[in-house]
């Protein structure tokens, strides 16, 4: 069974800082690309961050130069580093384990962390 666990979402002021965590499980992590991706409301769900099994990041272009995506293979995390928060950046934070070779190339999906941020 595939279980995705985010933690670290919050409410912060502007300018803020917040770390993400997602742990799996039931997958091969090391060879998976694990992604970040949010939700407001009202809007479609969009990347702001992947890792691919090899190192190489995407970052969606209104995070960029602000977040950054990490992963501890030993502990089968992947982090979102989220700083010079901004309050268009509020939204559900979904943890992903995206079709790749430590999925059996299905989809996954943490159940979602809110984050918050206050003008």
């Known amino acids: 069974q595939v279980q995705l666990v985010e933690s670290g979402g919050g409410l912060v002021q502007t300018g803020g800082s917040l770390r993400l965590s997602c742990t799996a499980s039931?997958?091969?992590?090391?060879?998976?690309?694990m992604g970040w991706y949010r939700q407001a409301p009202g809007k479609q769900r969009e990347l702001v961050a992947r890792?691919?099994?090899?190192?190489?990041?995407d970052y969606g272009d209104s995070v960029k130069g602000r977040f950054t995506i990490s992963r501890d293979n030993a502990k089968n995390t992947v982090y979102l580093q989220m700083n010079s928060l901004k309050p268009e950046d509020t939204a559900v934070y979904y943890c992903?384990?995206?079709?790749?070779?430590?999925?059996?190339?299905?989809?996954?999906w943490g159940q979602g962390t809110q984050v918050t941020v206050s003008s």
């Open positions: 039931g997958i091969i992590f090391s060879i998976t690309t």
């Open positions: 992903n384990a995206g079709p790749s070779s430590g999925t059996a190339f299905r989809d996954y």
């Open positions: 890792m691919f099994s090899g190192g190489r990041t």
